[in-house]
């Protein structure tokens, strides 16, 4: 699948992508402790002023701001990216609900009786014999007395026999 490319935000999102894994690497910590150690060494030469520490805060200050929305944005893409690689997942398989597409866009309240449906999804199938049974969410309550039916219907067969 070919992708156009767009100039603007193109750049913008490779920038804040690279700065990002940038940011979470070892020699950027490793360069950021020692920027604070020399800053903490410094102070008896400048005598512990205020212009001595207003450096480190200002300085931390400007970063902390802009890369909470650099990374805000490397975050956003990769969230999208992982949303879209869930919903094929969830379109693709015949046995799955195709309620939970694009269930991002729900509100609170709709996942949370999303949620309930698993609970109760996870309740049936502790009640399974074996953990090889799966359910839907939209069939979870018809498999589950469909099979009660056919054990109920195998044990009284059983009995029958003895």
Do not use: C
Not at 105 to 112: D, N, P
Not at 119 to 129: G, I, Q, T
């Amino acid at each position: 699948m070919k992708t156009k490319k767009r100039k603007g935000s193109g750049a913008f999102e490779k920038f804040a992508t690279h700065v990002s894994k940038a940011a979470g690497s070892t020699t950027a910590f490793i360069s950021a402790f020692i920027i604070v150690v020399a800053w903490a060494i410094s102070g008896p030469i400048f005598n512990y002023s205020e212009t001595w520490q207003l450096v480190i805060n200002t300085g931390t200050t400007i970063i902390t701001f802009l890369m909470v929305f650099l990374i805000q944005k490397a975050q956003n893409k990769d969230s999208l990216a992982i949303q879209l690689k869930l919903n094929e997942l969830v379109a693709s398989n015949e046995y799955s609900s195709n309620s939970l597409v694009d269930i991002e866009s729900m509100t609170e309240e709709e996942m949370i009786i999303v949620q309930k449906y698993y609970h109760k999804l996870s309740a049936l199938a502790k009640e399974d014999e074996s953990i090889r049974k799966s359910h839907s969410i939209a069939e979870a309550s018809e498999q589950h007395e469909r099979k009660d039916k056919n054990r109920t219907q195998l044990r009284t067969r059983n009995i029958t026999k003895k």
